[in-house]
């Protein structure tokens, strides 16, 4: 599902100097798995996913999903492949906060294919438990809620590969098992891929498959 090779990217400092961020040889996810990528802050890990989404552009290698090379793409048709393949959990939620929780998952379902399904994201809304919140706003809702309205709305399009970043790193601790529990269990259902990344060993516990940043990118390695 996931094929990563001789992956780069770095970014130009104000002084003119380039920062390497990313320098992966390979990294490779099958179809459906579920794993996580730990690591400390700094060690790329938001860079990997961004480039892994085709928000940012690698600088040189291969980055494909479900076959498709992310990096030969200009930015507008890596957005439409996003749309299409990819779903995304962002750290900080990202939810439009003009808009209600039902309205911020369908508001995900455009960017694909253009088509809302009502049906399809009051079912998401009731498997994260919120069900009795479609109607409220983001400033209505506690951290945990928006959290999991922000997972309903990265599951909307029904995505083959699934990114989060950080899910819990803005949940209190008794949520934090919940969040991950909750993503784990409908990617099962819906035989979506899941890539996570973490500094948490309490989340990364969770998982059969846990992959060190530092083994993978060896820029994180010489740091």
């Known amino acids: 599902m996931l094929h990563l090779e001789n992956v780069k990217k770095s970014y130009r400092q104000p002084n003119g100097e380039v920062l390497p961020i990313l320098d992966i040889p390979r990294f490779d996810v099958a179809s459906g798995e579920q794993m996580v990528l730990i ?58 906060p003009g808009f209600t929780a039902l309205e911020n998952v369908l508001l995900g379902m455009t960017f694909a294919r253009g088509k809302r399904d009502p049906a399809r994201a009051r079912q998401l809304l009731d498997r994260v438990g919120l069900g009795h919140r479609i109607g409220h706003k983001p400033s209505h809702m506690s951290v945990g809620e928006q959290q999991r309205v922000a997972v309903a709305r990265s599951l909307a399009n029904r995505p083959q590969l699934l990114l989060a970043d950080e899910p819990t790193a803005n949940v209190d601790p008794r949520n934090q098992q919940h969040i991950v529990e909750l993503i784990r269990k409908t990617c099962e259902e819906e035989q979506i891929t899941l890539v996570m990344v973490t500094h948490s060993r309490d989340v990364a516990d969770q998982f059969k498959r846990v992959d060190q940043l530092p083994e993978i990118n060896l820029v994180a390695a010489k740091a």
């Open 39 to 96: 690591g400390d802050s700094g060690c790329g890990k938001t860079t990997l996913l961004h480039v892994i989404a085709g928000i940012s552009k690698a600088d040189s290698g291969v980055v494909a999903v479900d076959r498709v090379n992310l990096a030969r793409y200009s930015e507008s048709t890596r957005d439409r492949i996003r749309a299409e393949k990819i779903g995304y959990v962002f750290q900080t939620f990202n939810l439009l």
